[in-house]
């Protein structure tokens, strides 16, 4: 059994230890000691990681009472070994997880809501409550959880008799039937747990929910605590003071200057809408005054480079408004060929997908469409050209 340090004083970052096994797996040496301040992972908190003599633990984790320390070279010495634990990453873990405590507390104690998940990782904490809540409800909690907070009441651990256990109002009731180990901030909670806390509730600094959403039945809460709500803090108001400098406004203009910006991007879309409409229109007009005919009817072949395929289809679309017209449209876009191929709906004898058909290998490409229009698209770029008169031939010989 390795003599948990964490235990006896959640503060200490730096002890002596002797090496007791050395389990070999995997290339990594897995490290039994005599005792260790490495928390390892359990009860919904991270492990801790840390330095054995100089060498880095990447994992630490408990099994049948002994704790293992994950390194991948060994010391020298197998006694007396200087240990170090990475305490920002615990104090981080500790205001967390006792920030945790307090928060289910002041949901239970406001809503009669209580925790059903917990999840803490390097970059997100998390709550699950069995009860859905409205946004004044959970903004009431995280008041109430603050105010604990602030008010810096005694955090105590607590080892109860069977008989003692069965007089301590607990906010949930233990996992485990042995050695029950209770956390008790004040009078204000009582709950079983197995991590690490600080002493007092002020050391957690502050509790910041940043957002919640449905989760099963009830809801799932997002918060921070501690350094990292400082963190996160310090990350909004840089974001906020980059906002204000890009819209040259003071922060609590923000929203409405973001939605001035939106309606005048909406009305400048339309605007432009209605221009690229007139400008096709032009374009159309112009292509009709001067295109081919094939007894009488219009025929416009063209191969474009780089436009906008929607603009393509909206030009083609254009000219075969006008009666008796045929529009064989080419465009190259980056390494694709695409041929629009569309008639006017008087010049039914003329199945435009059938032509599209005929033209499709010389492209490489595959399409299809109606007896009025059709399209496809290809990877012979080359060939394009050749495929816009192959379809001008085989309309010529319908309509020759
Ligand atoms: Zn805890």
């Known amino acids: 059994m390795t003599i948990k340090l964490f235990y006896k004083n959640t503060y200490i970052k730096e002890f002596n230890a002797n090496i007791c096994e050395i389990i070999e797996k995997d290339n990594t040496y897995h490290l039994q000691l005599n005792q260790t301040a490495f928390y390892p992972e359990g009860g919904g908190q991270p492990c801790d990681t840390g330095y054995i003599a100089d060498i880095e633990v990447s994992h630490v984790y408990e099994d049948k009472g002994k704790i293992f320390h994950v390194v991948d070279s060994l010391t020298s010495k197998m006694e007396n070994i200087k240990c170090l634990i990475n305490w920002e990453k615990r104090f981080d873990h500790m205001q967390q997880h006792l920030g945790q405590h307090i928060l289910s507390a002041a949901f239970q104690k406001l809503h009669d809501a209580n925790t059903i998940g917990f999840h803490l990782s390097h970059n997100n904490v998390t709550i699950d409550i069995d009860k859905f809540l409205s946004l004044e409800d959970i903004i009431k909690v995280e008041y109430y959880a603050n105010q604990i907070v602030f008010n810096d009441l005694a955090v105590e651990i607590l080892y109860p008799r069977e008989d003692e256990l069965t007089n301590l109002p607990l906010r949930k009731q233990p996992t485990i039937t042995d050695n029950i180990r209770v956390v008790k901030i004040n009078d204000f909670d009582y709950s079983p747990c197995c991590g690490t806390h600080p002493n007092r509730s002020g050391e957690v600094g502050l509790i910041k929910i940043r957002k919640f959403e449905k989760y099963k039945s009830g809801i799932r809460i997002d918060f921070l605590c501690g350094n990292r709500a400082l963190e996160d803090y310090k990350i909004k108001n840089d974001i906020?003071?980059?906002?204000?400098?890009?819209?040259?406004?003071?922060?609590?203009?923000?929203?409405?200057?973001?939605?001035?910006?939106?309606?005048?991007?909406?009305?400048?879309?339309?605007?432009?809408?209605?221009?690229?409409?007139?400008?096709?229109?032009?374009?159309?007009?112009?292509?009709?005054?001067?295109?081919?005919?094939?007894?009488?009817?219009?025929?416009?072949?063209?191969?474009?480079?780089?436009?906008?395929?929607?603009?393509?289809?909206?030009?083609?679309?254009?000219?075969?408004?006008?009666?008796?017209?045929?529009?064989?449209?080419?465009?190259?876009?980056?390494?694709?060929?695409?041929?629009?191929?569309?008639?006017?709906?008087?010049?039914?004898?003329?199945?435009?997908?059938?032509?599209?058909?005929?033209?499709?290998?010389?492209?490489?490409?595959?399409?299809?469409?109606?007896?009025?229009?059709?399209?496809?698209?290809?990877?012979?770029?080359?060939?394009?050209?050749?495929?816009?008169?192959?379809?001008?031939?085989?309309?010529?010989?319908?309509?020759?």
């Open 240 to 400: 906020i003071n980059s906002l204000c400098s890009n819209l040259s406004v003071q922060y609590d203009e923000i929203l409405n200057s973001t939605a001035r910006i939106n309606d005048n991007l909406n009305n400048l879309k339309k605007e432009n809408k209605i221009l690229k409409e007139q400008t096709i229109g032009f374009e159309g007009r112009n292509l009709l005054d001067n295109c081919e005919t094939i007894n009488d009817i219009n025929v416009i072949r063209q191969v474009y480079r780089n436009r906008d395929f929607r603009e393509i289809k909206q030009l083609s679309t254009f000219l075969v408004n006008t009666k008796k017209t045929i529009a064989i449209l080419g465009l190259i876009s980056g390494d694709k060929a695409q041929l629009i191929l569309n008639r006017s709906e008087d010049l039914d004898n003329i199945i435009m997908k059938d032509v599209l058909k005929e033209c499709m290998p010389l492209i490489d490409g595959k399409g299809g469409g109606s007896p009025s229009s059709a399209q496809g698209g290809g990877s012979n770029i080359d060939n394009l050209e050749a495929a816009v008169n192959l379809a001008y031939i085989q309309i010529e010989d319908i309509c020759g």
